[in-house]
């Protein structure tokens, strides 16, 4: 059985791939790297938040900058991984990788790329809480990219993510604010007018404003950061940080050593 992101039924699993499954997982990934395809928005995205990603982990946790594999050492998980486009970066940059998503047909995906690319990372169908029902990480990094706004509960949800933070480790959470911008720009905007992406994708009514990312992980024990925007210029078709955190945002967010 496919667990969801809202329940567990134990620990994250890695599924099998048999030869009958490997092309259709290869024409799965396909569609998932490709950075013209249906997840172009996502490609266009992804530099700056993994500039941002890094950045933040090479300041928190002391490391040279300029280094081939800053991130060598550090045990990462990335919740809500999808096809790996986070994943395999981080890899890349030396972090020992845990990709889990609810889609087994993901993980799959994500499998096959990763293998293609010669990469290992231990991904995972199933959920934060089979982590912690199993007992596993902590972790030094756990990244929540663009997932509590698609989940049942997410106070609860950040908070068993939370709890797989190690003490002096981070999580960095990026997701969309509950405001009338995000909802014409994200939704309706993305979805709709310029079909960015598939209509529904997004629930508006799930969107979240910071404070209810901030609380949730302070009740945790973690000390979360102001919000720091992630905006889109129309002329130039590029993000970039900013200000703004009227639609997209990331929070960063440190467990004490101590």
Known sequence: MVKTIEGSSGAPKTPSIDPDEVAKFSAMAADW????????????FNPTR???????AERHFGIEAGKVKPLEGLKMLDIGCGGGLVSEPMARLGAAVTGVDASEANIKTALTHA???????????????????????PFDLVLNMEVVEHVADPSQFLKDCASLVRPGGLMIVATLNKTAKAL?????????????????THDWSK???????????SDAGLNPEPAVGVSFSPLSGSWSLSDDVSVNYMIVAARPAS
């Open 33 to 44: 790297w490709d950075p013209k395809g249906k997840f172009r928005p996502l490609h266009r």
């Open 50 to 56: 993994l500039k941002f990603i890094r950045e933040t």
């Open 115 to 137: 293998r293609e690319q010669g990469l290992e990372i231990d991904y995972r169908a199933g959920t934060a809480e089979g982590l912690i029902d199993a007992g596993e990480g």
């Open 184 to 200: 014409a720009t994200a939704v309706i905007g993305a979805e709709y007018v310029l079909r960015w992406l598939p209509p529904g």
């Open 207 to 217: 969107f979240l404003p910071p404070e209810d990312v901030s609380g949730p992980l």
